[in-house]
């Protein structure tokens, strides 16, 4: 089993339509959790980090963490096809690896 | 430049053949990262580089795969003897500082990646 599961989509959603992305995890050490968004042929770019569980909002992003489930989510509203890419969640703790563990990511796109 | 350089972008060769995939890190940046990316497959852990410390190599998945970091700066990736298997995108990234140290709390800068296809 992974440490991250992710579902890999592809989801397909019209423009202007509220997304949900989520991973589930198994380590109960990881304290940080991040979301990269990867478009067609780039590396990965950071989009938001929480810490610990609660809520985390940046303008049409919202990160949620729920640690006792562990459980994240990843809310788009308003969707844009330029929101088209993929969405790959991480998390890393701070024991161990000095490294962060990735989702296998989930590919979204925005119909216009 | 101002991002992660990687070189080559595109690599197709023979099997049983050894590659080197080269990164060139943004300047200042102490911690360097690769990762492996399959078709489907999340980004999968290989090597992290920290300064002067010894590298963390738990990720590297057989010993045909090193890697080194010359002078702090550029790393080198080497697969010995390819396989298909090996066949994926090879994505080096950069920090400041270790994660979760300082005020890094994830950010890795990546480059565009090395396509490896192993014939």
């Known amino acids: 089993q992974k440490e991250v599961e992710q579902d890999p989509g592809p989801l397909s959603v019209p423009e202007g339509a509220i997304v949900s992305l989520n991973c589930t995890y198994s380590n109960s050490a990881f304290q940080y959790f991040m979301w990269y968004r990867q478009y067609s042929r780039k590396g990965p770019e950071l989009l938001m980090y929480?810490?610990?569980?609660g809520n985390k909002e940046d303008g049409r992003f919202t990160a949620q963490v729920d640690k006792s489930s562990k459980y994240i989510s990843l809310f788009i509203r308003d969707s844009q096809p330029s929101d088209s890419a993929t969405y790959l969640c991480a998390m890393s703790a701070f024991t161990g690896r000095r490294a962060l563990t990735f989702g296998s990511g989930t590919r979204l796109q925005v119909q216009p | 430049g101002a991002g992660v350089s990687q070189s080559p972008s595109n690599k197709v060769t023979e099997k049983g053949k050894d590659v080197e995939l080269r990164c060139d890190p943004i300047?200042?940046?102490?911690?360097l990262y690769w990762y492996r990316q399959s078709l489907g497959q999340g980004l999968e852990f290989l090597i992290y580089?920290?300064?002067?410390?010894?590298?963390?190599k738990s990720g590297l998945p057989s010993d045909r795969f090193s890697a080194e970091r010359t002078g702090g700066s550029v790393s080198t990736l080497t697969i010995q003897r390819t396989q298909q298997e090996d066949s994926a995108v090879y994505l080096c990234?950069?920090?400041?500082?270790?994660?979760?140290?300082?005020?890094?709390?994830?950010?890795?800068?990546f480059g565009e990646g090395s396509r490896l296809t192993v014939l």
């Open positions: 929480t810490y610990s569980s």
């Open positions: 580089f920290q300064g002067n410390s010894a590298p963390d």
């Open positions: 990234a950069s920090s400041l500082s270790p994660i979760l140290a300082g005020s890094n709390t994830g950010e890795l800068f």
């Open positions: 300047s200042g940046h102490t911690a």
